[in-house]
């Protein structure tokens, strides 16, 4: 009996402990299970943002930024009488008697379909020098700084004599805003108002000086007798330097001339 009773309690002991082995290994089993779920839900999540964060970037970010244009700039034409809105938000009313008109398109920026007057062609055609006339203004004064055309910005600085003067007095007053008060110069000093002005009147071409210090920094002034850059002859053609000179001043030509929309004016002059 006692060799009976043993191995009954042997065999009750192998059920109890296979009972729980089997209750592990499920609950393990469930767990396992579990955790590859959640393994492919988040994984399925962190896809799903990639995608999302994609789409944003390339699609719906852009867009946004084109219908926010648009809504600030609502009319992309208008003639005499027209509303115009700047980019600043800033409105003014177009004055055109001469059956000019502006155009603006916010996906082309640089379209060029406006036409000053009725009788000269659009920007985008040909001007022909043996029919059209010119009728024209100088905005001196802008790139060029020169006592008798910007004086407000060397009445800053009593005693500076020429642009070069000027700058090296700004650079050394960062207190005022060292240089960047020639980029707000820039900014203000010709505005879109004013150009639309000028066609408003019938002029249909500007003359814009432009130093060669735009391109590169070289001592130098306009033509040697006025205050835009360094004054004084510098013997810029005639010294040893002088062939050097003529073709570095025949490369800022063609940049100028040749490519004003290339990325080499880009750089020189934005």
């Known amino acids: 009996m006692l060799y009976s009773s043993s191995n009954h309690l042997d065999s009750s002991s192998d059920i109890r402990a296979t009972s729980k082995e089997n209750s592990w290994r499920k609950r393990f089993t469930g767990q396992s299970k579990l955790t590859v779920v959640l393994l492919v839900i988040v994984t399925t999540c962190l896809v799903a943002c990639a995608i999302f964060l994609l789409v944003y970037l390339k699609v719906l970010k852009p867009r946004s930024r084109n219908d926010a244009v648009v809504a600030i700039f609502p009319v992309t034409s208008g003639g005499n009488g027209s509303q115009i809105v700047m980019e600043a938000g800033t409105e003014f009313v177009y004055s055109n008697p001469f059956g000019g008109f502006w155009v603006y398109d916010p996906n082309d920026p640089f379209k060029s379909t406006a036409q000053s007057n009725s009788w000269t062609p659009p920007l985008n055609t040909s001007w022909d020098f043996t029919t059209h006339r010119i009728h024209g203004v100088n905005l001196g004064g802008l790139f060029i700084l020169e006592h008798m055309t910007s004086p407000a910005i060397f009445e800053r600085y009593p005693g500076t004599v020429d642009e070069w003067d000027l700058s090296v007095a700004m650079a050394n007053d960062q207190s005022n805003g060292g240089l960047s008060q020639i980029e707000e110069h820039y900014r203000t000093f010709i505005t879109e108002k004013d150009i639309a002005e000028i066609a408003g009147t019938g002029l249909t071409w500007v003359r ?55 990325p080499m004016s880009c750089q020189c002059l934005a």
């Open 208 to 262: 814009l000086p432009i130093g060669f210090w735009a391109i590169e920094t070289w001592p130098g002034s306009a033509n040697g007798g006025t205050t835009g850059g360094k004054w004084g002859q510098l013997e810029f053609l005639n010294g040893v330097m002088g062939i050097a000179n003529a073709q570095r001043m025949l490369y800022y030509i063609r940049v100028l001339a040749q490519d004003p929309n290339g």
